[in-house]
């Protein structure tokens, strides 16, 4: 199993036979909202069948944030879970990384990019490694 | 359509009682509420109860059980935290409907120590530390530190919100907590997730309430003396927002309630005297200030700065102690935080007493996204 290609972390996070991993967004041609994941019916203007899949852009600026130092057991602290508004549409929240712990050291509206790596040494039940996506200062 | 009046309501004194079941807490204070009222429980034409943890485990009926098994229908409700603010609207809606004259509404929860939340769960592999953090202190904080963006909110004034509600806990004697918590004490305990220390967070607790409605004929005859009014009960789920999918937006869904609700009572923010709303953690309170219309956008650092929701102040914000200190049992709070205001309006609030209260308001906010508001009315 060791040698097999890594598990997305989730659905949206796409890995292709070759080229580089990327997130996917579903998007309403009507009104333009922006989707994590699949999905058919637009929940802001309600119309069916009118989404188109896209790729998610890989840049964003820090929208909200909080530093976890309390998690559940066996998770390290202290980290940062991050809210990031993508350029060009579409919302994300993740592990904010490079960058100190400190309030003071962290600007809302900065700039970050979408890295990809190993979900953290994490496996599945089988064994099975995946891939995560994680932000960092642009 | 009929009003609707409360004519009973009580709740247990919060704190922890892991060898009694979930009915034969909430069955408590259901006999203080029935107590309250001067009715038994022969007198309720339907009961609708509140529970969240075991709600595929007809509570409501096993309640019954433990005192008087009339066969009236009963109704279980769960709506996250917003649970016990769900059981009783839809008390007030059967009274509304014409339906009923005399129903029972019962929140109750059983809850453990710990921490609430968690990110995707789901195949695979655990995605809490990984994506973000879905604990609720998080998640609050994420809440919070979006007003921080807006506004310049600062940690000093979200923990000045866990100072006062601890200071108004020492009042009340069915709080968890009776202990006044200093500035510097809040803000040095243990940070949980930043901006919220552990102080800053609401208490998990076991606990429940009850009230009993009626119709304006039942409260004709059975005597208006301490009879409550409900002028406004409003809930809305959250309404589409950019950012819903990764954040729960309790600001939208609580705008929406209350907006409904004013409209309701016909009244605005500034007549009301005191109000019981959903601090879940410091950081969720800093934001109800402005969603429920206690003041323009941006100015609810300055609420706190100034004193204006401490007893004795403009608008005083969680007299009880809020969940921040009284506790957080999920299912019961929303009907105990009915019961801290309908005691208001009936005189009967002892040393936490806000004097003259006529009109007092409650808010609850249940995440995925519930929020329930009720606005009461003293009658005499």
Sequence with gaps: MSESKPLPVVDFLKIPESGDPYLEGYRCKKCGSTY?????????CFARNEMEVIKLSETGILHSYAIVF??????????????????????????????????DKINFNMPVKITY????????????????????PA | MSDVY????????????????????GAEAALMA???????????????????????????????????????????????????????REAWMSIKAGMYDVVLAVGVEQMGKGLLGGAGGGDGIPKEGLLGSGTMPCVFAEAGMEHTKEYGTTFEQFAKISVKNHHHSTMN???????????????????????????????????????????????????????????????????????DLVMPDVNACTRLAAKDAYEQAGI?????????????????????????GLCKDGEAGRMIDEGHVELGGKVPVNVSGGLLSKGHPLGATGIANIYEVCTHLRGEAGKRQVEGAKIGMTHVIGLGTACGIHILEKVN
């Excluded at chain 1, 579409?90 to 309030?103: E, F, Q, R, S, Y």
């Excluded at chain 2, 009973?8 to 922890?16: A, P």
């Excluded at chain 2, 406004?232 to 589409?240: F, G, L, N, R, T």
């Excluded at chain 2, 005297?273 to 879940?280: F, R």
């Design chain 1, 36 to 44: 994590l994941g699949e999905r058919t019916v637009c929940s802001k």
């Design chain 1, 70 to 103: 309390r998690s559940f057991p066996g998770i390290d602290v202290p980290y940062i879970s991050a809210i990031v508004d993508l350029d060009g549409g579409g919302t994300i929240k993740g592990n904010l990384i490079n960058i100190d712990p400190d309030p």
């Design chain 1, 117 to 136: 790596g190993d979900a953290l040494g994490r496996k599945d039940k089988d064994g099975n490694s995946y891939l995560s996506y994680f932000f960092e």
């Design chain 2, 6 to 25: 409360v004519m009973g309501v009580d709740m247990i004194k919060f704190g922890r009682f892991p060898d009694r079941s979930v009915p034969n807490i």
């Design chain 2, 34 to 88: 029935l107590d309250d009222a001067g009715l038994g429980i022969q007198d309720m034409q339907a009961l609708y109860c509140g529970n969240l943890g075991q709600a595929n485990a007809m509570v409501g009926q096993r309640i019954l059980q433990e005192i008087g098994q009339t066969g009236m229908p009963v109704v279980n409700v769960a709506n996250a935290c917003a649970t016990g603010a769900t059981a009783f």
């Design chain 2, 173 to 243: 004697p069915k709080a968890m907590y009776q202990i006044e918590t200093p500035l510097d004490e809040v803000m040095n305990a243990e940070m949980i997730s930043y901006p919220n220390t552990k102080l800053m967070c609401s208490v998990n607790v076991d606990g429940s309430a009850a009230a009993v409605l009626v119709s304006e004929k039942k409260a004709k005859e059975l005597g208006m003396s301490r009879a409550v009014k409900v002028r406004a009960s409003a809930m809305a789920s959250d309404p589409y927002t950019d950012r």
């Design chain 2, 268 to 292: 605005g923010p500034e007549d009301v005297n005191l109000v019981e709303l959903h601090d879940c953690f410091a950081t969720a309170e800093m934001l109800h200030y402005e969603n429920l």
